[in-house]
């Protein structure tokens, strides 16, 4: 079954720190990889898409990276400020389920002022 | 603004009165989904839809009817809802199906109670 798997759950961290937000996957055929940020009773903002054929992708103070080969993502955080205290969700489009994104559970931040 | 709009966003009723949630997209996407979010068990596909009038199930279909008879909406619908379909829920669109490169957009989520 292709699954994804974030961990932890949640994480607090004080302000200024930098930080790494971890997402694994059961099967290395991908099309892509997207992570999401989720507000409290809000929609998904996406942050960031890599590519199958990518081994990362940086928007601002955000780089996401990925390694098909373990099955592993990472989304690293500089400087983190109380405005990124959110919800990260990562997201796979496996190959043979190309339809829809598989995704996980999510870590929730909380940044601390 | 390029976005997806839901409405309503917040509704409560009760079991067996027929609702639907819509869903509208600006874009010209092709591709359009509905998934619930739920504690615990994340977001859930429920239909997807490959453009006009072309529509299939996700992973968690029952109780749920969408049509897709113009490309920038995409209603759900729920004929008799019951209680265990209270959940917070999310429609997306992108401009095709698959790629690598195709980001998901995605609507600010329905949140429905079924008393």
């Known amino acids: 079954k292709q699954e994804v798997t974030q961990i932890p759950a949640a994480l607090s961290v004080p302000e200024g720190e930098n930080l790494v937000l971890n997402c694994s996957f059961t099967?290395?055929?991908?099309?892509?990889l997207q992570w999401f940020r989720q507000d409290p009773g809000k929609g998904l903002t996406s942050l960031l898409l890599?590519?199958?054929?990518?081994r990362e992708q940086t928007s601002g103070r955000l780089n996401a990276s990925l390694d098909k080969s373990s099955g592993r993502s990472t989304l690293y955080i500089a400087a983190s400020q109380p405005g990124d205290s959110a919800t990260y969700l990562c997201?796979?489009?496996?190959?043979?389920?190309?339809?829809?994104?598989?995704f996980g559970s999510g870590t929730q931040l909380t940044v601390l002022p | 603004e390029a976005q997806v709009t839901q409405n309503p966003r917040y509704l409560i009723t009760v079991t067996g009165k027929k609702l639907t949630v819509t869903c509208s997209q600006n874009?010209?996407?092709?591709?359009m989904s509905w998934y619930r979010q739920d504690p615990g068990l994340g977001l859930r596909q429920i239909y997807y839809?490959?453009?006009?009038?072309?529509?299939d199930k996700g992973d968690v279909p029952e109780g749920y009817k969408v049509s897709r008879k113009e490309k920038r909406n995409f209603p759900l619908i729920l004929e008799s809802p019951s209680p265990n379909q209270t959940s917070l829920y999310f429609c997306?669109?992108?401009?095709?199906?698959?790629?690598?490169?195709?980001?998901?957009?995605f609507g600010p989520g329905t949140r429905l109670t079924v008393l």
């Open positions: 997306a669109s992108s401009l095709m199906a698959s790629g690598s490169t195709d980001t998901q957009y």
């Open positions: 099967d290395s055929a991908i099309y892509n």
């Open positions: 890599i590519q199958s054929s990518q």
């Open positions: 997201a796979v489009r496996f190959f043979g389920a190309a339809r829809q994104l598989t």
């Open positions: 874009m010209n996407h092709e591709y």
């Open positions: 839809s490959m453009n006009v009038e072309v529509t």
